[in-house]
């Protein structure tokens, strides 16, 4: 089994929640996401990660080794400034 490419993780995401924005980065071993959703409404930043974990389901322990994420709501996400360049390492 190959490594996921950012694109896989990112389309497993907003298979498994319905988001406003997902942006995924990563080297096929280390990823950084940012995921948007109104699921993330009223909720804890951990809960919010479970959220995430539980739409990404088993590919989590078997092809994702790490993951790093930000978790918004959409009104988090429009007060937020948003970076002139993409992340990097």
Not at 32 to 61: H, K, N, P, Y
Request: one cysteine or more.
């Amino acid at each position: 089994m190959s490594d996921p490419t950012p694109a896989d993780i990112q389309a497993f995401i907003e298979a498994g929640l319905a988001c406003e924005h997902v942006d995924v980065e990563g080297d096929g071993r280390h990823f950084f996401a940012t995921i948007v959703s109104t699921e993330f409404e009223g909720t804890s930043r951990v809960a919010r990660q479970r959220r995430v974990f539980q739409a990404l389901g088993d590919r989590m322990r078997e092809q994702i080794h790490a993951l790093s994420m930000k978790t918004l709501t959409p009104a988090e996400w429009a007060a937020s400034p948003q970076p002139a360049s993409t992340h990097h390492h």
